[in-house]
């Protein structure tokens, strides 16, 4: 009885085999996958083309319902490529421009999908809204940021822990400040757009200076910014997004000094400053992956630096609804060169209408310029963790709102000088808090 059952068993297997063997005909493959697809079996279509290209069979519209099954699963990514294959052997189809467009803009390639609705038909470029050239953007968003540790660093005794004696002692303690900042972007062709911002930072800061007792003063800084950013795509698909922010802005300091009898005394002086940084960065969709690249060359507090970046952007899903980006940086060193700065994460998720972004950052952060930095502020420090939230929601069609919240370490120095000669330094810390929000309208 047994050896009846191995022999069943065996058939059964041998009869398996030779059925996965069976060779697929074109007009086997085009008549199960139209049926596939009338019935919206969209997984078990997805697994039936697999199987025939596996055989080398593909062919126009098994492209389309394997692009079709893929959207419908909301797999916008994937199913792009799919919509491109098809693209390239008859741009013809109304329908197939449709949802090559959707399949890029819902899979966050908007930029692809503005440079290629350039050759669609009038009436699909019609009824998705295109324009070879349009205003896209108009923003407005303010913030708030304080040290919420400025009272009792004031009343600490750096002067004494650092030894500053009769010598001359400073430190510039950061109480809060505010900005407002407009962002305007248009589209000048399909496939390339122009983003600008202008940004006004008002820091306020407390003075202190140990030169024949303890004396304080009020700072304030005032600070405009300027982003302007290209942003097009090159080829097919790499992206190309250059760069320049320029920041300017003045401000008031108090001065130690001696009269002419050699008695110690004050002395108002006004800064004019300015700054620039110019980038570029590159990235490439290869699916539901996305590595890029960016180079940065600036000026900061008369600090010329290089830095660079390299990330890898993961869609898990295949779409907008979660995805998340490692990303290392490197700063150039007067003695070795480039080496890694700061190591980054950031993500996002969609909750229905409701979109989530989030971003860690932790490293030598001294001058650190992040990707597309509307406002670089102008005041020393350095950091090392930095945490930041932000909340997109929908106010009808057009309009969007947004909530931000950033919490950053920040190490700052009291210096002592002697014959304006710098002597003992003792660094000092605390932790800054920013909230912001805005409205965007989007075109």
Known sequence: MSRRIGFIALFSLLALGALAQQKLSYPEVDKTSYELFQQKEWAELIRYTEDARRQGIDFFYLQVRTGIAFYNQKKYRTA????????????????????????????????EANKIAGSFS???????????????RVALEAG??????FESLTGMSHGEQ???????????YLKDYHFESFDFSHQVAPGFSLNHNLTYLGLNREERVDWGGKNTFPVKINQFQYYFNPHFVLGKKLY??????????NYDLMLGGFTGTQTKMFYGSSYRFSDFVFSTAV????????????????????????????????YPFSNLSFYFTPRVYFKNNE?????????????????GAVHFYGQYLNGEMENFIESAGYVVSNFPGTSEQKISGSIYFPAGKKYQLVLRYLTQDVTETYQVYTNTVKGQALNYNYRKHTLTAGISWNF
Not at 162 to 172: I, L, N, Q, R, T
Not at 240 to 249: D, I, K
């Open 144 to 149: 708030y940021s304080f040290n919420p540790d």
């Open 335 to 351: 003695n070795s060169g480039l080496d890694y700065n700061t190591f980054g994460i950031s993500g996002g998720f969609q909750l």
């Open 283 to 314: 990235w490439l969709p290869l699916g539901n992956f996305s590595p890029g690249a960016e180079i940065n060359l600036a000026n900061i507090r008369d600090n010329n630096f290089t830095q660079l970046s390299t990330w890898l952007t993961v």
């Open 162 to 172: 650092a030894g500053v004696g009769e010598d001359y002692g400073e430190a510039y």
């Open 240 to 249: 190309v997004s250059p760069a320049a922010s320029v920041m300017w802005g």
């Open 122 to 136: 009038p009436d699909v470029q019609q009824k998705i809204g295109f324009a070879r050239s349009k205003v896209t």
């Open 80 to 111: 792009s490529k799919w919509f491109f294959r098809a693209w390239e052997n008859d741009k013809a189809f109304s329908w197939l421009q449709e949802y090559l467009y959707y399949s890029l803009v819902f899979g966050g390639r908007t930029t």
